[in-house]
């Protein structure tokens, strides 16, 4: 009995050294091939026996990264004109860089200014900017009233201003105009003057009627052209009185005499004002004739019945 098992005692450890033996010698020729470096490679494989042995692993720590800093943040503030937010000062986008200039060019670089609000029309360059046109002309007739009467406010019609300034005096419940002596004449030229000018009036027609019409008279005969601006006087059935004497218009100036024969029975040379309360320089009336031959000018019909004014006169269009 002991016999059989020493046999197969033997049998198994010699399975075993054999088995043993063929591990050792596949393991020699794992060896010897992966010890030989593999042409082309990049790098030499570790041998198998290290690989083996190696029975821990050093864990290797990850590479720091540097911290990040946080992302700005732009707060808003109300713009100084209320219409929007704008950023802060320090986000303010930098001025654009101008490109570059090729040799040879001279380029005048300007002064940075403050930033400026767009304008839909900038304004042209120095030198290029055009001419003002220049103002249309204004044409105004200047209407003296009688006495008794009143002006009235600045009006227009077919393109003409009408000025009519109140006299300078009072007379028959209303006001008249006093053009003598000196004094008199002086204040009611300025009122005059003082009207055109407030109207802007580049082209005027002074008529009057009545005691305007003699004002009128006096204004021509004085040589009064308001600045270069008096076209022509319309002297519609004045007071025919001694204003007119020793008459000097100013060159350029027209005038036209309208009479209606109204006032021609009480108006004869001689005839004294007081009478009739009248206004008149020098006290009488010198009559239709002399007065027409004094201003340079025939006595024109007017259609107007009795002793009214004929503002339909062309000539206080005719410019």
Known sequence: MRSVFRATARRGLARTAIAALGSLALLGATIALTDTPRRGDRFETISTAMLLSST???????PRQAPVAPAPTTTL????????????????????EAPPVPSGRRVTAAAPT???????????????REAM??????????SLHGK???GAATSSNGGIVRVAPTGNAAGWGGRQWMYFPESGYQAALGIVTAAIDEAGCTRVIVGGFSNGGAFAAKLYCRGESFGGR?????????????????????????VTLYWTGALEGTAQPGWSCAGGDWTCEGGTTIGIEAYAAALGTPAKHSPMGGHSPYTGAPELSRF
């Open 56 to 62: 821990t692993t050093t864990p290797v720590a990850a």
């Open 148 to 150: 008794g009467g009143r």
């Open 133 to 142: 046109a220049p103002a249309a002309a204004t044409d105004c007739l200047v």
């Open 114 to 128: 403050a930033a400026q609000p767009a304008s839909a029309h900038p304004p042209a360059p120095q030198g290029e």
């Open 77 to 96: 503030v109300p713009a100084a004109d209320g219409g929007g937010d704008t950023p802060p000062a320090e986000m303010a986008p930098r001025p654009t």
């Open 230 to 254: 008096l076209v022509r006087v319309v002297v519609d059935d004045p007071v025919v009185d001694h204003a007119v004497n020793g008459c000097s218009p100013a060159p350029g100036v027209g």
